[in-house]
Nanobody, 122 residues
Framework: QVRLVESGGDLVQPGGSLRLSCVAS????????MGWYRQAPGKERELVAT???????NYADSAKGRFTISRDNAKNTVYLQMNSLKPEDTAVYYC????????????????WGQGTLVTVSA
């Protein structure tokens, strides 16, 4: 069993910053990729940023230039540094991981965290 625990969500003023963290634990042999998604009120869940085990990153257009995704492979942890926050960034942010549970796994297991709430308001 694999668990993801997110933290760092808070209420912040427009223009402020937050750093989200996600720690993966449990039956993990290796991780293929980790990422952050978000779901705003009345909207579908959308990609924010992803990062592979090799360090390749991908960002949504809305996040480029403001957000930075990073990871610590030794700690099975992924971070999302969010700067210049806007009211439209308000959402529940979810961590996602694609994990191999054994050395002989031929496909990865996709796991979601419980979410952490980010509210940007004056």
């Amino acid at each position: 069993q694999v668990r993801l625990v997110e933290s760092g969500g808070d209420l912040v003023q427009p223009g402020g910053s937050l750093r989200l963290s996600c720690v993966a634990s449990g039956s993990i042999y290796s991780i293929n990729a980790m990422g952050w998604y978000r779901q705003a009120p009345g909207k579908e869940r959308e990609l924010v940023a992803t990062i592979t085990s090799g360090g390749s990153t991908n960002y949504a257009d809305s996040a480029k230039g403001r957000f930075t995704i990073s990871r610590d492979n030794a700690k099975n942890t992924v971070y999302l540094q969010m700067n210049s926050l806007k009211p439209e960034d308000t959402a529940v942010y979810y961590c996602n991981v694609r994990v191999f549970t054994t050395a002989l796994s031929y496909r990865y297991l996709e796991v979601w965290g419980q979410g952490t709430l980010v509210t940007v308001s004056a």
